[in-house]
């Protein structure tokens, strides 16, 4: 399994509907831009596109340099199924206490 340590900015979208080999690899950094700790976090996220919601099983969250803030996702095929302009949000959870990214947009394209 490859870490990723070295993420200048974040690039995760667009995708292709089927895409399960990309990965979703946000910069984890709090409002005054500084890296959130994810050491010992699990993180779980949820996704919507209009009425449907879909919950990422955090078990494919891979943490890869907690104190930087650095993690990734490995997208399932039922993530990544339907086109379209998606909301995702994570929660990272740290000794019991959650606490809410900003909203991120991921655009899932249909492939020609």
């Known amino acids: 399994m490859t870490l990723i340590t070295n993420l200048p900015t974040e690039d995760y979208s667009p995708i292709a509907v089927g895409d399960t080999g990309a990965i979703f690899a946000p910069l ?7 890296t959130i700790d994810l050491t010992g976090a699990t993180l779980s996220t949820r996704m919507s596109l ?12 891979i ?3 907690g104190p930087g803030g650095k993690a990734h996702y490995n997208y399932q095929a039922g993530d990544v199924d339907t086109a379209g302009l998606w ?3 994570t929660t990272i959870t740290v000794g ?6 900003d909203v991120r947009f991921l655009e899932i394209k249909t492939p020609i």
């Open 87 to 89: 909301q995702v949000q």
């Open 28 to 34: 984890f950094l709090d409002g005054a831009n500084n």
């Open 63 to 65: 943490i890869d340099d």
């Open 50 to 61: 209009g009425s449907t919601v879909k919950t990422w099983n955090s078990f494919y969250w």
């Open 96 to 101: 019991g206490k959650p606490r809410h990214t």
